[in-house]
C-alpha cells in the first residue's frame, strides 16, 4: 500500500460550528477527496454543545426538553454507535477522510491505521491510553460511553489500569462513495450532568464518572495544548498541509446541513434526502 504521505493531505484545524454543518462538512470532504485528489484530517469542536444520535438510535433514547432547556442541539451521525453529548469545552473531535482503496479493505485493520495518530497525540499529551485490553458491558446502551466497550476503536486510560480504565475516546468509520470517513469524540474534561441528563432515563452522574476519564483528568494540560497536540499528531500521521476548507465546500455543507443534518426528518426519523452534488 502507498504511503500516506505520498498522497496529497491538507490538515484543517476547523472553527467551532453547529452540529448539522460538522456532519454535512465531512460528506463535502468525502467529495473533494473523490474529485481534486485531496484528503482531509480535522480537529474540530462543536458550537452550540451538540448531542449526536447514532445512525440506528431511537429518537425517544433523547431528552429533547432538557436539550432544549440547556441549548444543546441535536443532529444524527452517518455512524452507528450511541448518542454522544459533544460539550463546546469538554468534547474535542477529529475526522480523517480519505479513498477507501488508499487504506486497508479489513475494518480493523483500517482502525488501528486511523487510530494510530490519535494514541501517538495522548503519547504526546503524557496520557497512558491504549485500546480497550478487553470488552466490558454496556451500562445504559443508547450512550455511546455506557456502551459495550469494544477493544478494536474505543480508546481507555490509564492503559495500565486494565479492566479498570476509563474510556476516553470513542472512534467510528463508515464509507461515502468510496471514501471511508472516520471520526471521533476525545474527553478533554468531563460534564456528567448534561452527558446523563441529554437521555431520557435516570441515570445518575456517577455513572458517567465511573466508567469515562479526560485527558484533563489524565493530564493536567490545556485544553488548547490538548487540541494542538492532536492536531499536530494527525498532521505528521499524514504529512498533511496547513488549510481551510474552500468558499464551494462551505456553501455545500451549509446546503446539506439545511436539507439533511438538521431537518427533524434525518434528526428524529433517519428520513434519507435526496442527494445534491456541488
Given at each position: 500500500?502507498?504511503?500516506?504521505?505520498?498522497?496529497?493531505?491538507?490538515?484543517?484545524?476547523?472553527?467551532?460550528?453547529?452540529?448539522?454543518?460538522?456532519?454535512?462538512?465531512?460528506?463535502?470532504?468525502?467529495?473533494?477527496?473523490?474529485?481534486?485528489?485531496?484528503?482531509?484530517?480535522?480537529?474540530?469542536?462543536?458550537?452550540?454543545?451538540?448531542?449526536?444520535?447514532?445512525y440506528?438510535?431511537?429518537?425517544?433514547?433523547?431528552?429533547?426538553?432538557?436539550?432544549?432547556?440547556?441549548?444543546?442541539?441535536?443532529?444524527?451521525?452517518?455512524?452507528?454507535?450511541?448518542?454522544?453529548?459533544?460539550?463546546?469545552?469538554?468534547?474535542?473531535?477529529?475526522?480523517?477522510?480519505?479513498?477507501?482503496?488508499?487504506?486497508?479493505?479489513?475494518?480493523?485493520?483500517c482502525?488501528?491505521?486511523?487510530?494510530?495518530?490519535?494514541?501517538?497525540?495522548?503519547?504526546?499529551?503524557?496520557?497512558?491510553?491504549?485500546?480497550?485490553?478487553?470488552?466490558?458491558?454496556?451500562?445504559?446502551?443508547?450512550?455511546?460511553?455506557?456502551?459495550?466497550?469494544?477493544?478494536?476503536?474505543?480508546?481507555?486510560?490509564?492503559?495500565?489500569?486494565?479492566?479498570?480504565?476509563?474510556?476516553?475516546?470513542?472512534?467510528?468509520?463508515?464509507r461515502?462513495?468510496?471514501?471511508?470517513?472516520?471520526?471521533?469524540?476525545?474527553?478533554?474534561?468531563?460534564?456528567?450532568?448534561?452527558?446523563?441528563?441529554?437521555?431520557?432515563?435516570?441515570?445518575?452522574?456517577?455513572?458517567?464518572?465511573?466508567?469515562?476519564t479526560?485527558?484533563?483528568?489524565?493530564?493536567?494540560?490545556?485544553?488548547?495544548?490538548?487540541?494542538?497536540?492532536?492536531?499536530?499528531?494527525?498532521?505528521?500521521?499524514?504529512?498533511?498541509?496547513e488549510?481551510?476548507?474552500?468558499?464551494?465546500?462551505?456553501?455545500?455543507?451549509?446546503?446539506?446541513?439545511?436539507?439533511?443534518?438538521g431537518?427533524?426528518?434525518?434528526?428524529?426519523?433517519?428520513?434519507?434526502?435526496?442527494?445534491?452534488g456541488?
Amino acid at each position: 500500500m502507498t504511503s500516506l504521505a505520498d498522497r496529497d493531505w491538507r490538515l484543517i484545524r476547523d472553527d467551532p460550528r453547529d452540529g448539522a454543518t460538522q456532519m454535512a462538512i465531512e460528506e463535502v470532504a468525502a467529495e473533494t477527496a473523490l474529485e481534486d485528489d485531496l484528503r482531509t484530517v480535522r480537529v474540530y469542536s462543536w458550537e452550540p454543545s451538540t448531542l449526536s444520535l447514532g445512525y440506528r438510535q431511537a429518537a425517544d433514547t433523547v431528552d429533547w426538553e432538557f436539550c432544549e432547556r440547556e441549548g444543546i442541539d441535536v443532529t444524527r451521525r452517518q455512524t452507528g454507535g450511541g448518542g454522544i453529548y459533544h460539550d463546546r469545552y469538554a468534547d474535542i473531535s477529529y475526522t480523517i477522510v480519505a479513498p477507501a482503496d488508499e487504506v486497508p479493505g479489513n475494518l480493523m485493520a483500517c482502525y488501528e491505521l486511523f487510530c494510530e495518530p490519535i494514541l501517538a497525540a495522548f503519547d504526546r499529551m503524557g496520557v497512558d491510553a491504549a485500546f480497550a485490553s478487553a470488552e466490558q458491558d454496556a451500562i445504559y446502551q443508547p450512550s455511546c460511553y455506557l456502551r459495550d466497550i469494544n477493544p478494536a476503536h474505543d480508546i481507555v486510560a490509564p492503559a495500565s489500569a486494565g479492566a479498570d480504565a476509563g474510556k476516553i475516546s470513542g472512534n467510528a468509520q463508515y464509507r461515502q462513495r468510496d471514501v471511508v470517513i472516520q471520526h471521533g469524540s476525545i474527553s478533554y474534561d468531563l460534564e456528567p450532568r448534561k452527558h446523563a441528563g441529554v437521555f431520557d432515563t435516570d441515570l445518575d452522574e456517577s455513572t458517567f464518572t465511573d466508567r469515562v476519564t479526560s485527558i484533563r483528568e489524565q493530564a493536567g494540560i490545556d485544553r488548547s495544548e490538548a487540541v494542538d497536540a492532536i492536531a499536530n499528531s494527525l498532521q505528521d500521521w499524514c504529512d498533511a498541509e496547513e488549510s481551510a476548507w474552500r468558499d464551494d465546500e462551505l456553501e455545500a455543507a451549509r446546503d446539506l446541513a439545511d436539507r439533511k443534518f438538521g431537518s427533524d426528518a434525518w434528526v428524529r426519523d433517519r428520513e434519507v434526502l435526496e442527494a445534491s452534488g456541488r
